[in-house]
């Protein structure tokens, strides 16, 4: 497509309840990262997926948190259990290769609030 | 490993104000950097970026220098307009090909 989609663009959940967040890169990127911006503060690297590489994940708060790519298309974030620490928004960005020679493009991001 | 440190906000100006937002980074070998602007309600958009030393990246009258000797990476305009409040986020992409983003600033600019 002809940018970032990610979905839902709000959820709410309550407190222990799991979660999945779905994330579509742009056609042919072969990169894609999952960031979280909690309220007021800066984005806190996830998980890295590169082609058929294994992933980086070592941004993962714990082990409640996993994230799947089916080869080089769509990405999903789950979170087990969810906890009201885990409200923020999550947001997916692909790149055509990672590194930065390559643009990373954002999408608009899932705003999670746990209750 | 690789770190980015910004200037705490918020940084608040009046308008046609010369701005600066200061940026200095971490990194072993040679990082590419990057300033993203997030504008209130919207998603994250590149600004502008610079991917060797000594370039100079530009974008809506925005600039920045890769200073390889000072690790620096600050963010510049001549004259602000309120439309250019925002939070600016510097963020390098190291060897690790990972983004990494500093925390963020505010920036506020009164008519």
């Known amino acids: 497509g002809a940018g970032v989609s990610q979905s839902p663009s709000n959820k709410v959940t309550e407190k222990g309840k799991d979660v999945e967040l779905r994330c579509d890169p742009i056609?042919?990127?072969?990169?894609l990262y999952w960031y979280r911006q909690r309220l007021g503060q800066g984005l806190e690297f996830l998980i890295y997926f590169q082609g058929n590489s294994a992933p980086d994940k070592s941004g993962l708060p714990s082990d409640r948190f996993s994230a799947e790519r089916t080869g080089e298309s769509v990405s999903t974030l789950t979170i087990q259990r969810t906890q009201q620490e885990d409200s923020a928004v999550y947001l997916c960005?692909?790149?055509?290769?990672?590194?930065?020679?390559?643009?990373?493009?954002f999408g608009s991001g899932t705003r999670l609030t746990v209750v | 490993g690789d770190s980015v440190t910004q200037m705490e906000g918020p940084v608040t100006l009046s308008e046609e104000a010369f701005l600066t937002i200061n940026c200095t980074y971490t990194?072993?070998?040679?990082?590419?950097l990057f300033w993203y602007v997030q504008y209130p309600g919207e998603g994250l958009q590149l600004l502008l970026k610079?991917?060797?030393?000594?370039d100079k990246g530009s974008n809506k009258g925005f600039e920045a220098t890769y200073r390889k000797e000072t690790t620096s990476f600050h963010l510049e305009k001549g004259s602000v307009q309120v439309s250019d409040s925002a939070v600016y986020f510097c963020a390098l992409s190291g060897a690790t090909n990972k983004l990494i983003f500093g925390t963020g600033t505010l920036l506020a600019i009164q008519p």
């Open positions: 990194a072993t070998g040679y990082p590419s």
């Open positions: 610079a991917t060797k030393a000594d």
């Open positions: 960005a692909s790149s055509l290769q990672g590194g930065g020679n390559y643009g990373y493009t």
């Open positions: 056609s042919g990127h072969t990169a």
